[in-house]
């Protein structure tokens, strides 16, 4: 999601800040970004001079420091409180006093992200929807203490991205986390009930009603084990029996199977995340 934020940001013309914990990291998020850039010239989606400057707009680093010159800072790591209120006192430390801090937080209290800095009025959600640079939707979220002034701020700053912002109130997994993780549940529960198979289930809900990808693909871009992690978190907020994990995606993650990042999930994958099988009918 990071990288994806990355890219969407410098190929609009800002100039970005990419920061992972290690260089390393910092130069595999460079490579994937620079294979996201490779795949859209290959369809024509982009020339090679468009790549270039993209790719030239962003700064890949380890130093946290370097966020003392950011105007604008969207945190993107695990969705851990403990790790993200890290982030944003750190942010809050090295940033300047007037700068906005928002979370790209999915199932997360943003109230309470912000309440781990001085800034809680300058502290916004703007959950992306994946993949981020093919989807121009993005829920804009506020904490209890946010200002009318940083929301207007955010919205300008989509528009020039051209996202369009969905107000939501803060609520575990907000509108399209809540939504898409009850129908991969559901998918997996008929799965396991042997009703189909996944590759026809994926096949029904993409030719019927006109889903990019079915919900066992879906699952598998996001990752099983951040499926299962928000259908956790929700069932612990709301005590619903609706967000009960499937035993079928809990036995996934425990195999390792976790989708595109390990190169299995419910289909296989290469290693540039492609679908080693053909999709049904395709």
Not at 3 to 16: H, N, R, T
Not at 39 to 55: D, F
Not at 118 to 135: C, I, N, S
Request: glycine share 8%; net charge negative.
């Amino acid at each position: 999601m990071g990288q994806g934020i990355a890219e969407l940001c410098a190929s609009k013309g800002y100039d970005v800040l990419l920061l992972e914990k290690t260089d390393e990291l910092a130069q595999y998020a460079k490579g994937k970004i620079e294979l996201s850039l490779d795949k859209k010239l290959s369809k024509w989606g982009i020339t090679n001079a468009e790549k270039k400057m993209t790719l030239s707009r962003i700064i890949f680093s380890s130093q946290m420091d370097l966020l003392g010159e950011a105007d604008f800072v969207i945190e993107s790591v695990v969705e851990d409180m403990d790790t993200k209120k890290m982030i944003f006192q750190l942010c809050d430390e090295v940033c300047q006093k007037d700068v906005l801090l928002a979370s790209n937080t999915s199932t997360l209290s943003l109230t309470e992200i912000a309440a781990a800095t001085q800034r809680p009025d300058k502290v916004v959600g703007l959950h992306f929807v994946y993949p981020v640079t093919k989807r121009p939707l993005v829920e804009v979220v506020r904490g209890l203490k946010t200002s009318e002034e940083s929301v207007t701020q955010l919205r300008t700053l989509l528009t020039s991205l051209q996202l369009t912002g969905v107000e939501v109130f803060e609520s575990p997994g907000f509108v399209t986390t809540r939504m898409i993780v009850l129908f991969i549940n559901e998918a997996c529960n008929i799965l396991m009930e042997g009703v189909a198979e996944a590759s026809e289930i994926d096949f029904a809900m993409r030719n019927g009603y006109h889903f990019a990808y079915g919900p066992f693909e879906m699952a598998d871009r996001f990752g099983l084990n951040s499926v299962l992690a928000a259908l956790e978190r929700l069932y612990r907020e709301f005590g619903d029996a609706k967000f009960r994990p499937a035993p079928l995606l809990k036995k996934m993650v425990r195999a390792g199977h976790l989708g595109i990042k390990t190169g299995e999930g419910f289909f296989q994958y290469d290693k540039d995340g492609n679908r080693l099988l053909e999709k049904r009918g395709e």
